[in-house]
């Protein structure tokens, strides 16, 4: 069964687009566990890989 937060999550993963991102999550230092970063500071590459779906499909969705 799919469940719509996981469809959701791999139809707007920029990956399929050939974009490269780091540094999405970091370690809180007062717990010691995994938090996400804010997306101006994730180091963005795009055209990193080769796409498996073109821009245009994927700014469809």
């Known amino acids: 069964m799919w469940y719509a937060t996981s469809v959701k999550g791999i ?4 990956a399929h687009i050939g974009t490269l ?17 804010d997306k101006e500071e994730q ?3 795009p055209d990193f890989m080769p796409a498996i779906i073109n821009k245009e499909d994927f700014n469809m969705v």
């Not at 991102?21 to 970063?37: A, D, L, P």
Request: aromatic share 4%; with cysteine; charged share 35%.
């Open 11 to 14: 139809l707007r993963n920029d």
């Open 21 to 37: 991102r780091c540094g999405t999550t970091k370690v809180s230092k007062m717990k010691g566990k995994k938090v996400g970063v």
């Open 43 to 45: 180091f963005v590459h």
